[in-house]
């Protein structure tokens, strides 16, 4: 059974940090591409970041030189070092694989950029 635990989001003021954690497990994690989402109220998921199994990643535009992706394949689990934190940054974070054919999708953490 494949499940992804994402945890680490919260409120932060603008201009701060976080790091989110993506906890995989039922998928021989050091062999998956993870990527991480975001979704506000009303508006569809948007693509935030990939990290692909030999470590190579990919930023969408307004991630490029603020967030950072990374992975331990030891522990199983993805990162998102996010760094200089905007309000337009708040959101629910999903991480997600896709897996034998499959998309696999976290339960999400709250992301709150606010002073």
């Known amino acids: 059974q494949v499940r992804l635990v994402e945890s680490g989001g919260g409120l932060v003021q603008p201009g701060g940090s976080l790091r989110l954690s993506c906890a995989a497990s039922?998928?021989?994690?050091?062999?998956?591409?993870m990527g991480w989402y975001r979704q506000t109220p009303g508006k569809p998921r948007e693509w935030v970041a990939n990290?692909?199994?030999?470590?190579?990643?990919t930023y969408t535009d307004s991630a490029k030189g603020r967030f950072t992706v990374s992975r331990d394949n030891t522990e199983r689990t993805t990162y998102l070092q996010m760094n200089s934190l905007k309000p337009e940054d708040t959101a629910v974070y999903y991480c997600?694989?896709?897996?034998?054919?499959?998309?696999?999708w976290g339960q999400g953490t709250q992301v709150t950029v606010s002073s």
């Open positions: 997600m694989t896709s897996w034998r054919g499959d998309d696999y």
């Open positions: 990290i692909y199994s030999g470590g190579s990643t």
């Open positions: 039922g998928i021989a994690f050091s062999s998956a591409a």
